[in-house]
């Protein structure tokens, strides 16, 4: 595989019974890269996404991700990656510091790294002054941010994000996608499913999942110049009529 492809799906399918909810997709994202994997309910993009984080097994075809295969490797791919659901993972009853400190451990960081990144972490995000706050205290959007901050503090190759800007308001997203901009600067690939379509626009490329199915898959300029539309909503609503499951 090429070094700079650090996520390669080929037929990769995942069916529950007589039912396919991901059926023979392939596509490759690239170092760095931010990729909106995009779809709207019962598209499968979740079901892709938990099999390329070594969460759930294909039934047919395969993947590699931090150059690991995903069906006898899943182990190592969870500990090359980082992962952020619209859930986040943070534990309310401990303190900014405690969070950061259990992840550390968890992630096998020394811990002279883990203090020092804390302090470095916690600057960048303008979080001092809450070093000892609980947070179930924190407003969302701040949460937001640590369990991002979190998801990275390992400093995986790979970070899947999983509609991590759901329930906030517009100025709090866009200061989320700066955090992302900031870790793809650094080298880490960022795959993120949203269902905001002005989102879809910040990222590099963007598949959109149709039934099981990758229908697309462009930079969102040439995406609007296929389908004739002026922005990601006209792609996303020219490809989502046809589609034939939901909620």
Not at 42 to 54: H, I, P, S, V
């Amino acid at each position: 595989m090429d070094n700079h492809v650090v996520i390669k799906a080929e037929g990769l399918t995942k069916k529950f019974g007589d039912f396919t909810a991901t059926d023979h997709i392939s596509f490759e994202v690239h170092r760095g890269e931010i990729f909106g994997f995009l779809g709207a309910n019962g598209a499968g993009k979740t079901t892709a996404m938990r099999m390329l984080c070594g969460l759930s097994r294909p039934s047919e075809g395969n993947a590699i991700v931090a150059g690991f295969d995903v069906k006898d490797h899943y182990e190592d791919v969870k500990r090359h990656i980082g992962y952020m659901s619209q859930k986040f993972s943070l534990y309310d009853d401990l303190t900014v510091e405690e969070n950061l400190k259990l992840f550390g451990g968890i992630y096998g960081m020394p811990r002279k790294k883990v203090a020092e990144m804390i302090t470095a972490l916690l600057k960048d995000l303008g979080f001092e002054s809450e070093r000892k706050t609980m947070v179930r205290s924190l407003p969302l959007g701040w949460k937001q941010k640590l369990a991002f901050s979190l998801s990275i503090f390992h400093e995986p190759q790979i970070v899947f994000l999983d509609e991590p800007t759901g329930g906030v308001d517009p100025v709090t997203r866009r200061q989320f996608w700066e955090l992302i901009y900031k870790a793809a600067d650094r080298g880490i690939t960022v795959f993120v499913t949203t269902h905001y379509m002005d989102e879809a626009e910040y990222c590099d490329r963007v598949s959109i999942m149709v039934d099981g199915k990758i229908r697309a898959l462009d930079t969102p300029d040439n995406l609007k110049k296929q389908f004739g539309g002026e922005s990601m909503y006209d792609v996303f609503y020219a490809l989502a009529r046809g589609a034939k499951r939901g909620d």
